[in-house]
């Protein structure tokens, strides 16, 4: 707390304003960016005086063009199918797992534990084989749901960390309550220690969606044709060797992230008090 | 008169029947669904695969192709999960670099009985196939090459009063001279001092009579190896001829640099032509050959190939592999991307030597280099040799201590 006369305080003021300001303007200044150059001409881009801040003439030529050069909608609508699908997955299996971890001691629930944090050490790239393999073998190589079950190999530990911290919060004694009322283990976790987590929730939730909406190593290797393929491949493969189409590639970029955008500002609010709890204590 | 069919009738609409119905007639006819993997992603490569495929569809209606784009930087990890998971393609692209571990992991079959009974064989150079060859046995068909040359702006050698582009290093360097005025942002050459600038300083060293491997032994001749590094560094520290990124300038900067008109000159290969002749107006780029050095004009040649990778639809495989090779085919890919033909016998069909820009990829087809395929130079080039050029461009190092380092790592990597 700032103690001192009011001129004090307001410089103070004017710092730490000047500050959010700065933090915020590094923030965003590579979106505002991003967002302009998918407005640009190729020719506003790239040009022979540098860096050309604000485009002769705004155009929505790129986006035209993606659509027309990319399947689009069936690319958005994978995208869409193997993040649902990843985090109902984790929402159902991670959630449970992760109740039973915080409230349960069993023989070997730590090494358990260290095993879900270790599998996160692994870069992607190790995994990938086995993988393929896996999903070869199971037949499910080239489908949504082997693309959502191998994300939910890498999310799946993260989400269980995250949720068991939530649960680790909640005090015992409602739910003992609640058992000592007539609640079996399942319904105390379900009448009571799911809605007061509500917030812990959907904040894992939320991370758990951006990450697979922006996954590309695992999209691009466990799928092979146009019907299967992801956002962020489709986005990848607009990369050539010798060509880098700049607008067309900041056209996709923006898409990429209004979804996450609408989805955060859904959520913002309980997933901001979500990832603040138990921050303060007492 | 008779209706009645007569005996040889029978006999000949029996022989028919008897032809349709024979296995060889069966299997060409019957529908067959192949696989291509490839990492062709641009807008441009992705028009010239896709004309060529239609082309193969009306060659072979039996045929429909099922192609696949894996983006370059992960080719490999998806070959190797497929070859580990028994799913390979029926076919797929191959790079020269990335022959020697397809064909370690048994990612490629070999060709000899096809190309033994190909009557285009003898349309490719023996150094065509050299790149995807193990003990004479090909294991995969050239399918385009890189051919390294030059770009330069027809516009800025008039306004200089240059009546041409240059042929040897001098000239080079005397038009870099002209050219250069660092006022209106405008210097002589886009120097790839960044990622990937290795290959033009090793060629560099060839052009200057330095060999850099011999018999698989390093062989860098350090007088001739001080003089190119010298020259070639010179273009920066003494001269000021390259723009002042030139240290950090990777293939995207060199090409931003020429196509806004910041740069006048840049070393490349025939694969940025597409991109260039859409940026720039015919009067304003020209291509040419490579600057002759002192001791000869090097320049690579790197060829890309197709390979078969599955025996399953193996005739239908050939068919595809092999009719990129065929002169439209490989017109059209050029027109479309500016790849060039890596049959010498497609590069002198009229539509190629009658354009005026191809001119100078067709004559470096005669004397061009492959890349050095001694394991473990190319990476020397990229990771050890070219740090020591970029820290003579930062001031960190001369050029005598810069090519002594170059001689010692080489010695180790290939002890």
């Known amino acids: ?282 | 008169m008779n209706n009645y069919p007569t005996r040889r009738g029978i006999l000949q609409y029996g022989a028919a029947l008897a032809a349709l119905g024979a296995p060889g007639f069966a299997r060409a006819q019957s529908p067959v669904r192949l696989s291509y993997w490839h990492h062709f992603a641009s807008q441009s490569e992705q028009k010239g695969l896709r004309r060529l495929t239609e082309m193969f569809r009306a060659r072979y209606p039996n045929i429909s192709m099922a192609i696949e784009t894996i983006p370059n930087a992960e080719y490999l990890t998806k070959v190797t999960a497929s070859v580990v998971a028994n799913s390979r393609p029926d076919t797929c692209m191959v790079a020269a670099e990335r022959f020697a571990d397809m064909y370690a992991m048994k990612a490629l079959l070999d060709l000899s009985p096809e190309v033994a009974k190909w009557d285009r064989k003898a349309d490719f150079k023996p150094s065509a196939w050299k790149g995807a060859e193990r003990d004479g046995k090909p294991f995969g068909v050239p399918a385009y090459s890189f051919v390294n040359w030059m770009y330069y702006r027809k516009d800025f050698f008039e306004e200089a009063g240059l009546s041409g582009p240059p042929d040897t290093m001098q000239e080079f360097l005397e038009a870099c001279i002209k050219i250069t005025n660092p006022a209106k942002n405008r210097y002589g050459f886009g120097m790839r001092g960044g990622g990937g600038g290795h290959q033009y300083l090793m060629d560099l060293l060839i052009a200057y009579g330095s060999p850099i491997v011999v018999d698989g032994k390093a062989a860098i001749d350090r007088t001739k190896a001080i003089e190119a590094v010298r020259f070639f560094s010179d273009l920066y520290t003494k001269y000021k001829v390259v723009p002042p990124s030139a240290p950090n300038d990777s293939f995207r900067q060199i090409m931003e640099g020429f196509k806004t008109g910041q740069t006048a000159m840049i070393w490349h290969h025939t694969g940025s032509l597409a991109e260039l002749t859409a940026a720039l107006k015919p009067n304003q780029i020209g291509t040419t050959l490579r600057p002759k050095g002192p001791v000869l004009r090097a320049a690579r040649v790197d060829n890309l190939y197709n390979g078969v990778s599955n025996d399953r639809n193996r005739e239908a495989a050939w068919n595809w592999v092999s009719f990129w090779a065929e002169p439209d085919p490989s017109i059209a890919l050029l027109e479309e991307t500016g790849y060039f033909p890596a049959s010498f016998k497609v590069a002198q069909d009229p539509r190629i030597t009658g354009n005026p820009l191809y001119k100078p990829a067709i004559e470096t087809l005669s004397f061009g280099q492959n890349a050095i395929d001694t394991p473990g130079v190319e990476a020397w080039g990229q990771n050890q040799m070219f740090p020591e050029f970029q820290k003579i461009l930062v001031g960190s190092s001369t050029v005598e201590d810069a090519v002594d380092a170059m001689m010692r790592s080489l010695d180790k990597t290939l002890s």
Do not use: H
């Open chain 1, 1 to 282: 707390m700032i103690v001192g006369s009011a001129r004090e305080r307001r410089l103070w003021n004017v710092a730490t304003y000047a500050i959010a300001g700065f933090f915020g303007l590094t923030a965003l200044g590579p979106i505002v960016w991003l967002v302009l150059t998918s407005l640009k001409t190729e020719a506003d881009i790239v040009t022979a005086q540098g860096v050309v801040y604000w485009p002769s003439t705004l155009t929505l030529a790129n986006y035209r063009e993606l659509w027309d050069q990319t399947d689009f909608p069936t690319l958005f609508r994978n995208s869409l199918s193997a993040t649902t699908l990843t985090v109902v997955i984790c929402l159902v299996v991670g959630t449970l797992a992760a109740y039973a971890l915080s409230r349960e001691a069993f023989r070997g629930r730590q090494p358990l534990l260290m095993g879900l944090l270790a599998i996160r050490m692994f870069p992607a790239v190790m995994q990938i084989i086995p993988l393929f393999i896996i999903m070869k073998a199971i037949g499910l190589l080239d489908t949504k749901l082997g693309l959502a079950l191998a994300y939910a190999s890498f999310l799946l530990p993260m989400f269980i960390w995250l949720m068991k911290g939530f649960f680790d919060d909640l005090p015992g004694e409602l739910e003992e309550a609640a058992r000592i009322d007539g609640c079996s283990r399942l319904g105390a976790m379900w009448r009571i220690a799911l809605p007061v987590a509500r917030n812990g929730i959907l904040a894992t939730t939320v991370l758990i969606a951006i990450s697979a909406w922006n996954e590309f190593l695992f999209a691009l290797m466990l799928t092979t044709g146009a019907d299967t393929r992801t956002w962020p491949v489709g986005l990848q493969l607009m990369i050539g060797d010798f060509q880098l189409p700049w607008g067309l590639l900041a056209a996709g970029g923006v898409i990429s992230i209004i979804p996450v955008v609408v989805l955060f500002a859904f959520v913002q609010g309980s997933m901001v008090r979500g990832l603040t709890e138990g921050a303060t204590k007492g």
